[in-house]
């Protein structure tokens, strides 16, 4: 009734791995799971990347519209993310309006996005007070197995970097826009920022990349943003146990780490959708 | 109109760029199939189980650029109680487009499209699940369209088909569906976006029309019927005949996908 | 060993003068239907017909039926009933949560109306019982624990620890010696091994 | 949507009656029972009707108001449909009880008129692009015993040919601005062309057989039931299986051929009838809620 | 096929004859004083105002010695202990039926008070409890009488007589129940050919007269066996007498019901209830009354 551990005393069972240094799933400590990534998929958005990290599974999608900009900022367009957890990828999830969760992780992508500068929303502008792009990254989780964070920055940056936005002119005698869908460029990406993501168990063991399981069980989480100059973009712990300052370091020191694997990922991926047109 | 204070938004109002197209530019032609397939031929589908861990049982279909996943949830306690259900289970359903699946962006917001979508949805499998072995229960199924390129509800159906038998749910068939677009005297089976909406627009033709039949393969039963348009009552009934010859050119795949899906498990230890 | 015969739903497996339906199949018009994907099997039970069944890897659907016998958690207890989540039909188990109600009058056999609900069950226990109907439109599964092997099988004491059974209606604690009045099950002996 | 209970043993008998052509009522198969039509009930809207079949009472008011054309096609007008599930109709309906009705109401709804021909969209259009006439559609459900989906169409045909709409003139101004005028004489005013509006027809399988215009009770011994809306030239615009049950093949085409009979010669009678009310002029004698 | 469309009828105005038939009858609205004098007693449907005795619902007044009633037109079911009902079977619950008999509250029928297959006087075990769903099922119809009143109105009902129990196949029919005549027996085998259990909570079953063996089962059995068109075709037309009795106010017992059948016979069953041909047997139907009155 080896199983039947696991249901009745979820806690015990897993402090009993921990207690080894490895976890049910055989990974260690500081392991992430199996990353992959797939670029460009979605031929009706303008860009698009589904991502795994184990069996959590997240896809993006941009749609870019056209907009007036706002009297504040006339030199800049905006930047609208949105995570969903449709109940389609967890049982937790019921149907309805976004939930608290789907809420939080929508604000955090928000937050990435404004303090890494990912993109200088004035690249997005088309005329001055007049017409901007609006990019709508649509984030949806097709299969929820912990760790959302990671991934939805992961399928964020590469859906923004497969994006191509057709050229818009404003015509200077009938003063409209008109666009040509033959000429496309891309988006000029100003910084590559990666989430690693962890959990604390019994306030001392930390693990990286929780799965649903760990998350549900763990006293604390905390995701740790950095961008591809091991500047620490964001750090998000919501409430939960307290870390001393060192593991805190060390924390940060294997986000550095994670953001090289994650950066040299999304080139290969990028270099092989390039090779294969 | 209340405003949506549970996610982001973005400026009050948006357009996309199709909308700014100089006007002799066309972006969805209805190209005639020439030499790429027939009339009555299905775009070749791809299907494949069990790929959201977290569920009971997933689908996950491709037809062409149509991109469907899937997955089944239950049978668990229902949550609203009433007589009906002491006797037999009951099949709820989420139907979603993702917000990028469409050509025009869609909103996050239940519309009604995807309401009509969910009830014929569910009108179309509840033929085929044995609701009578789940006394008390409700099996959910969640479908998310990633891709719209037309025939959504047709495949929707097979995908949800597929992935309520992953799910071990007892059926007594698979459902499969399939869609027809009738134009004037000519028929596309399962037509893609441009083909389904191409000539509507303009058209005053006559004789135009949607055609969409959920199927049960092995007893050659009509589980589902959906259509509109303007048809006449011949063309109505050969144009479900032809989707049912639609339908069982499917059989196969879904076949193959279930029992691969079965294979990957270990076999049952024979006692 | 040849390779096993693999269905899906609603494919005819053979007539019903040939093989008994077992489970995963549904009778129509004197033939057999698979009802699940999964493996053909059929099996010689001493009668004069095989019993043909579809198996999957991971078990059928099981929902608590009459007469299963159930694995379920104590959620709390009134003086009339307590409440449970079952967690096991037999040996499968279930992926969401089914509540259940084991009524005062069917926690044991004998001395009915003797019953105490508080000394028979505390929330947390680890109970087996047997399902007796699945209750009307307001209750749940109905369940007993009415039969010897059925009851507690997995206790903690007021301290924290893992009682052991000493008679049909006390446990132990091990560390303080108190003891607590439970309804116990005669031990099963794969419930050791846990 | 409302239903009732009815024992095993009722079932039976309701299927052999059916099997017998003579039902509970006495009707046969494809019988209707009889309808009580009157148009021009509620003096705010354009136009409005209300149909009882049996006890099934439905009120529709047709209201024209200037909106905008859709982006897609500039020099059409449109129709909005809702449908109120009202508590009067069953305690069901209380609250949001008969909200998911209501939408599965006014979603098949608009796939029935979802075509060219049922609504000369365009007589609706004013200035292409600019204005256009928006017709809202309102039903009521004001008591439900079966058949809502024929009532309903019934209704809505009858209550089209009352809507009057005000005439309309376009004025430029000296800056090339245009100013839309309505005419302020109740009696110029524009009607609509309601010949190809579709009839529905819904068709309860009941055993092997089916029944048109299906009682609660019948509808409970059935497991499907196909709708189809008909115009009068026999077309079919809207097609679609409700129930929980499967239909085979030929069922389907014996229950499409029958509903093509049946539908097209709804119009006949509902035509004349509302030409006959018509002709009666205003000294009718309006009877409307008090029977 | 057969669509009858046409355009609503105004209400008649209450015509000099009709008016005849409500000579000697005092009617009444909430509100209306029906006697000032004291000495009378209060009865159902009223109330004391100022020392007078005031009508609290619409209907007739009903004066049995000193005792003054008011009956209402249209009224739930107010049932008394040995009445005779039809109802339906709406939940079953632990040890008892929920039985719908249109009262203001659902009446209930007892595990008890009903004969179980295999002797009248067992003890009900815990199986019996268990399997109480394979007796009476929700949908299920039966014939009860009341046997007591609880504090709060609701009704309990026993079937402990072989004339009660499951109803097999027929039609029901719902009448106002104060269009149910009270009668000595409400079991009638109808000389043409069907019979008629006239509940008094206005729930009127009509079904094929049994033949003689019927009975033994102790009333769970029932005959899914087709019926034959001919007395289908009797209740079919029995049922539409009975609207339109029902719509035109008269008082149903067997004579009534037995006249307006008769009465209904040069039409066909599908016509009956079309206004003018409703207007046309309600008439034949009251002269045959009153003639039989004298």
């Not at chain 1, 795994?52 to 006339?74: R, W, Y």
């Not at chain 1, 007049?130 to 590469?158: E, F, H, P, Q, T």
């Not at chain 4, 115009?231 to 409700?242: E, L, Q």
């Amino acid at each position: 009734m080896a199983a039947g551990f696991k249901t009745a005393e979820p806690l015990e069972y897993h402090r009993s791995f921990l207690k080894e240094n490895c976890r049910p799933d055989g990974r260690e400590l500081g392991e992430f799971r199996a990353t992959t990534l797939n670029i460009g998929s979605i031929n009706t958005a303008d860009g698009s990347a589904l991502v795994k990290i184990g069996n959590t599974t997240v896809i993006c999608g941009i749609k870019a519209e056209l907009a007036a900009p706002t009297v504040d900022a006339p030199e800049s367009g905006y930047i609208v993310p949105n995570v969903d957890l449709p109940p389609l990828c967890s049982s937790r999830f019921r149907p309805g309006p976004p939930g608290e969760k789907a809420q939080a992780a929508s604000q955090f992508v928000a937050d990435v996005i404004e303090s890494s500068d990912v993109i200088q929303k004035k690249d997005l502008c088309i005329e001055k007070g007049k017409l901007c792009w609006v990019l709508y990254c649509d984030i949806m989780c097709l299969d929820y197995d912990g760790n959302l964070l990671d991934a939805c920055i992961i399928a964020l940056l590469a859906a923004l970097k497969n994006a191509q936005l057709p050229e818009v002119t404003i015509n200077k005698e009938t003063d409209l826009a008109e666009v040509d869908f033959q000429k496309k460029n891309r988006l000029k990406i100003n910084r590559h920022p990666t989430a690693s993501s962890f959990s604390v168990f019994d306030d001392s063991v930390i693990i990286v990349d929780p799965t649903a399981e760990e998350e549900g069980l763990s006293t604390a989480l905390m995701t740790v943003v950095t961008d591809e100059e091991d500047r620490l973009c964001m750090l998000h712990k919501p409430g939960g146990s307290s870390l001393s300052g060192e593991k805190l370091q060390d924390c940060i020191n294997r986000a550095v780490m994670r953001n090289r694997e994650v950066s040299k990922l999304i080139d290969k991926v990028m270099e092989s959708v390039k090779a294969k047109k | 109109m209340p405003t949506d204070t549970k996610r982001l938004r973005g400026p009050e109002e948006s357009q996309s760029p199709m909308l700014f197209l100089p006007p002799d530019a066309q972006i969805l032609k209805a190209s005639s199939r020439d030499g790429s397939r027939g009339h009555a031929d299905v775009r070749p589908i791809f299907a494949r189980c069990g790929l959201v861990s977290q569920a009971k049982g997933s689908a996950y279909l491709e037809a062409g650029n149509t991109k469907i996943i899937c997955s089944v949830y239950g049978p668990r306690e229902t949550e609203r109680k009433d007589e009906t259900d002491m006797k037999s289970g009951r099949l709820l359903c989420d139907f979603r487009l993702a917000p990028f699946s469409c050509l025009k962006r869609g909103a996050w917001i239940q519309g009604n499209e995807e309401r009509d979508l969910s009830v014929a949805l569910i009108e179309s499998l509840q033929p085929g699940v044995c609701l009578h072995r789940y006394p008390r229960s409700q099996i959910e199924i969640n479908v998310v369209v990633l891709e719209n390129d037309g025939s959504i509800l047709a495949h929707a159906v097979t995908c949800a088909s597929i992935a309520l038998a992953d799910a071990g749910i007892e059926m007594y068939d698979v459902v499969l569906g399939c869609t027809l677009r009738q134009d004037g005297d000519t028929c596309l089976v399962d037509p893609t976006f441009a083909e389904e909406s191409g000539n509507w627009l303009g058209g005053y033709g006559e004789n135009q029309g949607r055609v969409t039949v959920a199927l049960l393969p092995n007893f050659n039963q009509v589980s589902g019927l959906h259509a509109d348009g303007e048809m006449r009552e011949d063309t109505l009934t050969e144009a479900v005949r032809t989707c049912m010859d639609g339908c069982h050119k499917l059989y196969p795949v879904v076949q193959h996908a279930l029992l691969r899906a079965v294979k990957r498990k270990a076999p049952p230890s024979v006692k | 060993m040849s390779p096993m015969k693999l269905c899906v739903p609603g494919e005819r497996l053979c007539s019903t003068e040939d093989c008994i339906p077992g489970t995963g199949t549904y009778l129509r018009h004197g033939y057999i239907f698979a009802s699940l994907a999964g493996y053909v099997l059929r099996k010689n039970e001493g009668e004069e017909l095989p019993v043909i069944s579809v198996v999957r890897e991971t078990e059928a659907q099981l929902l608590p039926d009459v007469g299963a016998i159930v694995t379920c958690k104590v959620t709390s207890i009134n003086p009339r009933f307590a409440k449970v989540h079952i967690l096991y039909v037999g040996s499968t188990p279930l992926k969401d949560r089914f509540r259940g109600t084991i009524r005062k009058e069917d926690v044991r056999a004998t001395e009915k109306d003797k019953v105490e609900t508080y000394k028979s069950f505390r929330p947390g226990d680890i109970v087996l019982a047997k399902v007796i109907s699945l209750g009307d439109v307001q209750s749940n599964y109905l369940l007993t624990t009415a039969e010897n092997e059925l009851g507690v099988v997995v206790a903690h004491s007021e301290a924290g620890v893992q009682m052991v059974p000493i008679s049909w209606c006390e446990m132990q604690c091990p560390r303080t010696h108190a003891k607590e009045f439970r309804k116990v099950a005669r031990v099963q002996p794969e419930y050791l091994q846990a | 949507m409302a239903s009732v209970q009815v024992s095993e043993a009722e079932k039976v008998y309701i299927m052999h009656g059916v099997r017998d052509d003579l039902r509970v009522d006495g009707r046969g198969c494809e019988d209707y029972r009889h309808m009580v039509i009157e148009t021009d009930v509620v003096s705010n809207t354009d136009g409005s009707a209300k149909v009882s079949l049996g006890h099934s009472d439905i009120l529709v008011g047709v209201k024209a108001e200037i909106g905008k054309p859709r982006a897609l096609v500039p020099d059409e007008g449109y129709l909005e449909f809702f449908v109120d599930c009202s508590a009067n109709a069953t305690p069901e309906f209380e609250g949001r009880g008969g909200e998911e009705l209501g939408i599965d109401l006014s979603n098949t709804l608009y796939k029935v008129f979802n075509n060219k021909h049922s609504i000369d969209l365009r007589s609706l259009c004013i200035c292409p692009g600019e204005h256009c006439w928006v017709l809202y559609v309102d039903v009521l459900l004001l008591q439900c015993d079966g058949n809502l989906f024929d009532a309903i169409s019934i209704a809505i045909k009858a209550a089209l040919f009352n809507t009057r709409i005000p005439k309309v003139h376009i004025s430029e101004d000296a800056e090339g601005g245009k100013e839309i005028e309505l005419s302020d004489d109740p009696y110029d005013c524009v009607r609509l062309n309601v010949e190809n509006v579709p009839c529905i027809v819904t068709l309860c399988k009941v055993g092997q057989r089916h029944v048109v215009d299906a009682t609660l009770q019948e509808k409970a011994c059935s497991v499907a039931s196909l709708l189809l809306a008909v115009t009068h030239k026999g077309m079919v615009t809207c097609v679609r299986k409700m129930g929980g049950g499967s239909l085979d093949p030929e069922s389907i085409s014996e229950m499409t051929e029958t509903g093509k009979r049946v539908g097209k010669a709804l119009h006949a009678p509902l035509m004349d009838l509302l030409k006959k009310e018509e002709g009666l002029g205003k000294n009718r004698q309006k009877v409307g809620f008090l029977r | 096929m057969a669509a009858d469309m046409r355009l609503p009828t105004a209400g008649e105005q209450i015509s000099s004859s009709s008016l005849s038939l409500l000579d000697g009858k005092h009617l009444v609205v909430p509100g209306d004083v029906i006697t000032s004098d004291t000495g009378f007693m209060r009865g159902h449907g009223t109330y004391m105002d100022e020392e007078k005795l005031t009508a609290s619902v619409a209907g007739e007044v009903e004066r049995v010695n000193k005792l003054i009633c008011v009956r209402p037109l249209k009224t739930r079911f107010n049932g008394e202990v040995g009445d005779v009902v039809v109802g339906r079977i709406t939940e079953v619950q632990q040890k008892r039926w929920k039985v719908e008999t249109n009262s203001r509250l659902d009446s209930v029928l007892l595990l008890s008070s009903v004969n179980l297959p295999g002797g009248e006087l067992r003890r009900r075990s815990a199986e019996d409890e268990l399997s109480m769903r394979d007796y009476l099922q929700e949908g299920d119809l039966i014939s009860a009488e009341v046997q007591s009143v609880f504090a709060d109105g609701a009704l309990s009902l026993h079937t402990r007589s072989l004339k009660y129990g499951k109803l097999g196949q027929g039609v029901l029919v719902l009448v106002s129940p104060s269009l149910v005549k009270r009668q000595k027996t409400h079991f009638h085998n109808l000389p043409c050919g069907a019979s008629i259990i006239l509940g008094s909570n206005g729930y009127i079953w009509l079904y094929p007269t049994p033949g003689q063996q019927d009975e033994e089962a102790g009333g769970y059995y029932t005959s899914m066996e087709p019926v034959p068109l001919s007395d289908r075709e009797v209740i079919s037309r029995l049922r539409n007498c009975l609207l339109v009795l029902a719509a035109h106010k008269i008082l149903l017992y067997d004579t009534s019901v037995l006249y307006c059948f008769e009465s209904s016979l040069s039409h066909q069953i599908k016509d009956i209830l079309k206004p003018e041909v409703m207007d046309e047997i309600v008439m034949k139907t009251r002269q045959r009354l009153m003639e039989q009155e004298g």
